[in-house]
């Protein structure tokens, strides 16, 4: 009798604390990073875009309403957080009412650190609000700056 062999298929999931954001690089083009394309941030939230829709209930169906998507798309505004260095010079030139006329992309990044094809990325995006933590003498906390840029949508590849 032979002995069959049960193969699992091990799926790898994502990390949340892989990633590496780029600026002035178009998605799809396979050339070398270069260290000033890299920009440094601990967290980025607000990935996200939504669909408004409208239920419509109709005479005689009791069933369910029918919905309706609205054609406009609501999209977050997308933060980027890091902690403030000082001798940090770059982030300083980005203000609110910066358009950012470049690709701005997230690679997300394999166990290994190496680059992965799962990508999100936006256009023309403009800093709407740039923020940094409270000062405070008696804390032990790092100095955060926050940003936010609103956008016209999130693009995504796997």
Known sequence: MAEQ???YIQEQ???????????GQAPGRR????KDQ????????????TMEYEELMEG???????????????HA????EHGIMPAESRFAKL????????WLTIILLSAKGELT????????????????????????????????IMHDGIHYSS
């Open 95 to 102: 203000k609110p009412g910066m358009r950012l006329g470049t």
């Open 31 to 34: 050339e070398e990073i270069t």
């Open 117 to 148: 094809q799962r990508r999100f990325w936006i256009t023309d995006g403009i800093v709407t609000k740039r923020e940094v933590g409270n000062l405070d003498a008696m804390g032990n906390s790092i100095l955060v700056e926050r940003f936010e």
């Open 38 to 49: 890299r920009m440094r941030f601990s967290k980025v939230s607000g990935l996200e875009s």
């Open 60 to 74: 005689g169906n009791n069933e369910a309403p029918h919905i309706l998507t609205i054609p406009h798309k609501k």
């Open 13 to 23: 999931y994502a990390s949340d604390f892989r990633f590496l954001v780029m600026a």
């Open 5 to 7: 062999k049960k193969e």
């Open 77 to 80: 505004p997308l933060v980027l």
